[in-house]
């Protein structure tokens, strides 16, 4: 199967686990448990935006960047997100949302792998 189907793919699932997360975290009223006390800014709702669109984006420019750029691009946004997540995992205090993290960690460790062997 063609690399770029894949790595598209991968960024598929995660962006899949995120939304999967937040659905859980809204059923389960840990996300109200959890935004209870702050009060977020414009700027910081802008950046969630930002930060949650990127996967969604990498799946459209793995499959339509020139391989070299695409490459460094999955890499590149695969480890940002491996390191936010696993720099964010013990914040989490449900099982389901540290469960839900270890797997997209994983989909990002393919990701790397499958970007850094693409020729």
Known sequence: MDTKIILSATWVVVTLIYLYGDVLRICSGDLAKSMADKILNQFVWLGIAVLMLTPILMV???????????????????AFFFLFNLVGLPTYPSLY????????????VVTIWYAGNWS
């Open 60 to 78: 459209f420019l793995t499959l339509v960047l020139p391989l070299s750029v695409s490459r460094w691009a999955n890499i590149i946004v695969a």
């Open 97 to 108: 949302d540290k469960f839900l993290l270890a797997v997209s960690m994983g989909f990002n």
